[in-house]
C-alpha cells in the first residue's frame, strides 16, 4: 500500500512555542492532504483540508491562525502548532490521498505532540 | 458525508471470522464505503472499500447490501493482531473527498 510519512514522531515542547509537523506522500503524488487530531479514547477529528498551492480549507471551530498549514509540493504538506498550550497537547495525524484514480486515503503514523 | 453507525464493540475468538456491521442508510449514490482500522498509538490503516459489488483483498472481504444502506466487514480468520478500532466511513471518491470518522467498532480477539 501507499506510504505517508509524518516527523516528528513525538515531540514535547514548552508553552508559548511553535510546532511544525511534516505530512509526506513517498510514493505518490497528493493535491490534497488532511489534517486530523485525536484525543485519548477518543475518534479523529478533522481539522483542515490541505491543497497544493492554495489556502487550506478549515472545519468549523479550527482556529488558521493557530493552526497554520501549507502545501507547497504534491508530496509536503505541513502543520504549524503556533504558540503552543498545554490544551493543544494531542496525536496528530496526517492523510494524503492519491492524484488519480479510485482514491483511498491512506494515513501517516501520527504525531504525539505533549505541551508543558 | 453520509453518517455511519457502528457498534462500540465486539469480541471474536481467534482463528474464528469476524463480521464487522456498519450502517449507513443515507449513503448517496456517489459515495463509497470504506473500512479503515486503528491500533493504538498508531495512524488509521486502509483496509478495503467498495461502491456496491462485494470486494474482497489479502486483508479481508466487503460484503454491501445491494440497497447500500448497511454493509460489513468479515476478517476470515482472525488473530490477536486484529485487535483494533475498525472505522466505516461513507465518502465521494474524489480527492476532495473527506473522511468523517464516527467512533468506530473495538475489536478484541481473544485467544
Known amino acids: 500500500g501507499a506510504v505517508v510519512s509524518q516527523h516528528p514522531s513525538r515531540v514535547i515542547c514548552k508553552s508559548g512555542t511553535s510546532v511544525k509537523i511534516e505530512c509526506r506522500s513517498l510514493d505518490f503524488q497528493a493535491t490534497t492532504m488532511f489534517w486530523y487530531r485525536q484525543f485519548p479514547k477518543k475518534s479523529l477529528m478533522l481539522m483542515a483540508t490541505?491543497?497544493?498551492?492554495?489556502?487550506?480549507?478549515?472545519e468549523q471551530g479550527v482556529e488558521k491562525d493557530k493552526f497554520l498549514i501549507n502545501h507547497a509540493s504534491l508530496t509536503l504538506s505541513t502543520l504549524t502548532v503556533t504558540s503552543a498550550h498545554p490544551e493543544d497537547s494531542s496525536f496528530y495525524i496526517c492523510?494524503?490521498?492519491?492524484?488519480?484514480?479510485?482514491?483511498?486515503?491512506?494515513f501517516g503514523p501520527g504525531t504525539r505532540l505533549l505541551v508543558l | 458525508d453520509a453518517k455511519t453507525t457502528q457498534p462500540p464493540s465486539m469480541d471474536c475468538a481467534e482463528g474464528r471470522a469476524a463480521n464487522l456491521p456498519c450502517n449507513h442508510s443515507t449513503i448517496s449514490g456517489n459515495e463509497y464505503v470504506y473500512w479503515y482500522r486503528q491500533i493504538h498509538s498508531q495512524g488509521p490503516q486502509y483496509i478495503i472499500h467498495?461502491?456496491?459489488n462485494n470486494e474482497t483483498n489479502e486483508m479481508a472481504s466487503l460484503i454491501i447490501t445491494e440497497d447500500r444502506k448497511s454493509s460489513t466487514l468479515i476478517l476470515p480468520h482472525a488473530t490477536l493482531r486484529d485487535t483494533a478500532v475498525y472505522y466505516c466511513i461513507v465518502r465521494v471518491d474524489t480527492n476532495a473527498g473527506k473522511s468523517t470518522f464516527g467512533d468506530g467498532t473495538t475489536l478484541t480477539v481473544k485467544p
Open positions: 492523510s494524503a490521498d492519491r492524484l488519480a484514480g479510485v482514491s483511498a486515503q491512506y
Open positions: 467498495g461502491l456496491k
Open positions: 490541505s491543497n497544493e498551492g492554495s489556502k487550506a480549507t478549515y
